[in-house]
């Protein structure tokens, strides 16, 4: 077994923690706060940290930025689970940030979508490979949005680029993701990627999914691996109560407003004292009613949720 191979197996042998960026009140990165968010969640058994992803705000960072995130992130772990760093816009700037990441200590990078446009299959294999021989880092495709890559492709992908290690399911669309899997089960390490992922972890895992991303993590890891534990053991009635209890009111509240994924998670954290501070434009914070609506699902949940 290769280095990338015992890579991808340690990423999917468990649950994905994907921590939010702290920001203070001039929206500047807070590192002090953000290591010190980084060793709370190393507190529990993640499998890996997903530095600067979609979670982290990646869209609203600086290059530079993206790199002092995945730099805080390397430092604060010291080795005790892969670090994978955000990465994407377009192919040059990709390319860029992948090789700073590798420079940064990072053990793979998290390929988000080309920046606006709609390419064909032939240009996202190109941008995708151009990326994969950029660097020496293990690397994640993030398929969603723009990046709609066809089973076909990503097959000649994984012929063409030993070190791309993963596929992270952000389109939530079954007959894809089926035949994504009945020609690459092996190949590649699957992540359930949809926001909340809590929501679509049973089906994702009898499709042979058996890890994913959790926002939730970021304020209730205790609730985030009970889930999960559920989830592997096929504990439906276990599931079926915490998605009744918490996660399907959460899922409403995230849903009153245009880019609520990312909000109402700062929004949780700040509820259980732990501050990250608010989202960048164009994102927006919680409205002060929803905001309200979110306080009150915690509070019911407090022991639990700040564990």
């Not at 807070?30 to 499998?47: I, K, N, S, V």
């Not at 709609?118 to 994969?132: F, I, K, M, P, T």
């Not at 990503?154 to 939530?172: H, M, P, V, W």
Request: net charge negative; aromatic share 10%; with cysteine.
């Amino acid at each position: 077994m290769d280095w990338y191979q015992e890579l991808a197996n340690k990423i999917g042998k468990g649950l994905l923690t994907f921590p939010v960026t702290h920001f203070d009140g001039d929206l500047q990165f807070d590192e002090g706060a953000y290591r010190a968010h980084c060793d709370f969640l190393l507190q529990h058994p993640f499998a890996a940290i997903f530095a600067a992803g979609g979670t982290g705000e990646f869209f609203s960072l600086t290059p530079a930025e993206v790199s002092r995130v995945v730099r805080a992130a390397v430092g604060e772990t010291s080795g005790r689970v892969p670090v994978v760093a955000g990465c994407g816009y377009g192919t040059a700037l990709a390319c860029e940030m992948a090789r700073d990441a590798e420079n940064a200590g990072a053990d793979a990078i998290l390929l988000l979508p080309p920046y606006l446009v709609q390419a064909s299959q032939d240009g996202l294999a190109r941008h995708v490979e151009a990326v994969c021989r950029s660097t020496g880092l293990g690397v994640i495709l993030y398929g969603r949005d723009n990046c709609r890559i066809a089973p076909t492709t990503l097959e000649a992908l994984c012929d063409a680029c030993r070190n791309l290690i993963g596929y992270k399911d952000g389109i939530g669309d079954i007959e894809l993701f089926v035949a994504q899997q009945a020609l690459m089960s092996e190949r590649l390490v699957y992540i359930g990627g949809l926001p909340t992922a809590e929501m679509f972890a049973a089906p994702y895992l009898a499709m042979g999914c058996s890890t994913y991303s959790s926002a939730i993590a970021n304020f209730a890891p205790k609730l985030a691996f009970e889930f999960y534990d559920a989830i592997l053991s096929n504990d439906t009635q276990r599931t079926s109560g915490m998605l009744e209890r918490f996660v399907l009111p959460y899922v409403d509240i995230r849903n009153r407003g245009a880019g609520y994924a990312v909000a109402i998670v700062k929004a949780a954290m700040r509820i259980v004292g732990r501050n990250a501070g608010p989202v960048r434009p164009p994102l927006e914070d919680l409205q002060t009613d929803h905001f309200r609506e979110l306080e009150a699902l915690i509070l019911r949940e407090i022991e639990v949720l700040k564990s």
